[in-house]
């Protein structure tokens, strides 16, 4: 396959809060070595994180910070388009069109906005609202035919199909109609403390998640405390539970073994084996990740040229789709 030919692969993390293992098993850990086979673009979406107040001086902090995690996790700039969504003018412009080819009812029914705005109920913008249209600009600016994204984010992928489909059918075929690339396993990591709620980067409760930058005693006590129950039995069953099953997804995600063979392993075993066996592996997956984390932290010129290179990459291809995108609208050239 010519190199100008391969599919588009793309995805994107706000940086809001601080990356958490949720993160890297449903998303980042899914996004290295698509490289051989896709054109790969990942960015940093802060256009989508200040629907949520965002102190400015930490908005910019964590950019850098989540790109040095992005490299340190094994995305290497030279094979991956890595950026600022606000780098990319078009992102902005393109949602502005799709807004017109999205229905106020469809947005009403986003569970992300509807958890967000219970959570936020001081400020429920209109940006909140929106959000889902701004990210079916981010994947359709760039004809992604995939987006790898944890379980939570389907059904903003489901609507960002209908408004692609929407447009073409009027419009004739200008977008890509992607697909997500959800895991099997680790799709939806839970809270430590609460394994009723998704395990979040920008939750309240400090021993809920565990964080990618953790130091390794950290985790290990986090662990140690998870929530569980009483029976003493361990076996995966999500709705009687949830914590034991959520420790067992954990591992079946770092390991690569099945559910059944975690579960035969563990048969007559105790909680505190579990979580001594999912701390090892959070920590041996973790250290090298924050070695290399410091090292490239420690070299902000070298960053800075990543997401130059990033932003020009990227607004080539954006510009291509929105040029496309004013042309069928009946827009006058510039
Ligand atoms: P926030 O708490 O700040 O709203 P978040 O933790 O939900 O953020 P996002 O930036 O919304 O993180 O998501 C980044 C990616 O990580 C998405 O693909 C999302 O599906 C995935 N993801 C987020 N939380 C989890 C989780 N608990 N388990 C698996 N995947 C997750
Ligand atoms: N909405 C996503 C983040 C996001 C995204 C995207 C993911 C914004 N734009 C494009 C994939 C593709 C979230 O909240 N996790």
């Keep these: 396959m010519s190199v100008e030919k391969r599919p588009t692969v793309l995805s994107g993390i706000q940086p809001s ?13 899914h996004w290295l070595g698509l490289h051989d086979q896709f054109d790969c673009y990942y960015m940093l979406v802060d256009l989508h994180a200040i629907t949520v107040r965002q102190d400015p001086a930490l908005l910019r902090e964590r950019c850098h910070e989540f790109l040095a995690l992005y490299i340190a996790c094994g995305l290497d700039p030279r094979h991956n388009v890595l950026f600022v969504q606000s780098h990319v003018p078009q992102h902005a412009e393109l949602a502005w069109v799709l807004n017109t080819f999205t229905q106020m009812g469809e947005l009403n029914r986003m569970t992300q906005f509807k958890d967000k705005s219970a959570k936020h109920a001081d400020n429920i913008n209109a940006g909140l609202f929106g959000y889902p249209v701004l990210m079916a600009a981010d994947i359709l600016l760039y004809q992604a035919e995939r987006v790898p994204v944890g379980d939570d984010q389907k059904q903003h992928l489901e609507l960002t199909r209908d408004i692609a489909l929407r447009f073409n059918n009027v419009h004739g075929p200008v977008f890509t109609v992607p697909e ?20 979040s980067k920008s939750g309240d409760a400090e021993t809920d998640a565990i964080y990618l930058l953790d130091e390794p005693a950290v985790i290990t006590r986090k662990i140690k405390r998870a929530v569980t129950d009483t ?49 090892e592996r959070v920590v041996a997956l973790l250290e090298p990740i924050q070695a290399r984390y410091h090292e490239v932290r420690a070299a902000p010129d070298y960053l800075q040229q990543v997401l130059r290179d990033g932003a020009a990459r990227a607004t080539k291809k954006a510009a291509i789709t929105l040029g496309r995108v004013h042309d069928a609208l009946g827009f006058i050239p510039r």
């Design 17 to 29: 809060g601080r990356l958490t293992i949720g993160n890297y098993l449903g998303a980042l850990k």
């Design 180 to 199: 997500p690339m959800i895991p099997p396993v680790g799709a939806r990591i839970m809270g430590l403390q609460t394994p009723t709620a998704k395990m």
């Design 231 to 279: 029976e003493n039995a361990i076996r995966f069953d999500v709705a009687n539970k949830p914590g034991v099953s959520n420790l067992l997804s954990m591992l079946a995600a770092l390991s690569d073994e099945t559910m059944p063979a975690l579960e035969a392993r563990f048969d007559g075993k105790g909680y505190g084996h579990l979580k001594g066996e999912v701390a």
